[in-house]
C-alpha cells in the first residue's frame, strides 16, 4: 500500500498537516497543508507542493519567488494523519524573507531571525501588503490604523471604502492623474483589509479575473443572473 493510501482522507477533511524541515540542519521550516494531489505531485516530482487553505488552490513552493524546496525525504507519523518532509531549502522559506516560517517569541514578541531576502518584488505588492494587513490584526489599534478598522466595526470599515471609491470617481471625474493614483491606492488597501477581514486571499480575486478571461463582460453578467 503506498503512502498516499495509507491516508484517511476522508477524515482528514481532505488536507494534512504538513511540517516542512531543513534536511540538513533539521530546522523546522513551515508548517502547510496537503491534498491528496498536492502529495502524490510531492513524490513524483520530489519538489514540494501544498494545498493553500487561503487561495484554496494547490501551489509548488517558490512559484512566484524561486525558494523551492527539492524533497530529501516523506515521512509519516503513527497515526498516518500528518507528514513530516525533509527538504533542501533554496533561498528561504518564509514569505517575510526569512529562513524559517517560526521567527517570533510568544512570551515577548521578539524576532529572533533576521530577514534574509526582500520578497516584495517576488511576491508583488499586493501579495506583500495582504500578508503585512494580516499580520496587524491583532496589533494595539491605538497604534495600527490597520489593526483599529479590522477590530471596529463593520460598518466604519466599509463607509470607509465607499469614502475612498467616492475620492477615487472624483479624482477621475476632475482628470487629476496625481490623485487617481494616490485615490486609487486609498481604494485597493481599504478593500484588502476588508479581503482579510473576511479571510479571502487575494489570490482568490486573481483567480477569477483568469477565469473572466475570454469571456465577454456581457456573458459574464448574464451567467451570475441566470
Not at 4 to 25: E, H
Amino acid at each position: 500500500m503506498s503512502m498516499v493510501n495509507k491516508i484517511d482522507w476522508q477524515k482528514m477533511d481532505g488536507l494534512i498537516p504538513v511540517i516542512t524541515q531543513d534536511a540538513t540542519s533539521n530546522e523546522v521550516l513551515m508548517l502547510a497543508y496537503m491534498n491528496e494531489e498536492a502529495l502524490k505531485l510531492t513524490l513524483e516530482t520530489k519538489q514540494a507542493h501544498y494545498f493553500s487553505r487561503s487561495k484554496q488552490r494547490l501551489w509548488k513552493k517558490g512559484e512566484s519567488s524561486g525558494h523551492t524546496q527539492e524533497v530529501v525525504s516523506t515521512m509519516v507519523d503513527c497515526d498516518n494523519d500528518t507528514i513530516l518532509l525533509k527538504v533542501n531549502q533554496n533561498g528561504v522559506a518564509c514569505h517575510t524573507g526569512r529562513k524559517s516560517c517560526f521567527f517570533t517569541d510568544l512570551e515577548n514578541d521578539e524576532i529572533k531571525l533576521d530577514v534574509e531576502v526582500n520578497t516584495t518584488n517576488a511576491y508583488g505588492v499586493i501579495d506583500t501588503l495582504y500578508h503585512v494587513i494580516e499580520s496587524r490584526k491583532n496589533d494595539d489599534p491605538s497604534k495600527s490604523y490597520t489593526a483599529k478598522l479590522l477590530q471596529g466595526k463593520e460598518n466604519s470599515m466599509l463607509k470607509k471604502i465607499v469614502e475612498e471609491a467616492g475620492e477615487f470617481t472624483f479624482a477621475v471625474k476632475d482628470n487629476d492623474e496625481e490623485e487617481i493614483i494616490y485615490e486609487a491606492a486609498d481604494l485597493l488597501y481599504h478593500s484588502l483589509v476588508a479581503l482579510s477581514s473576511k479571510g479571502i486571499n487575494p489570490d482568490r480575486v486573481k483567480q477569477e479575473l483568469s477565469r473572466r478571461f475570454g469571456l465577454s463582460g456581457i456573458e459574464e453578467k448574464n451567467s451570475r443572473e441566470n
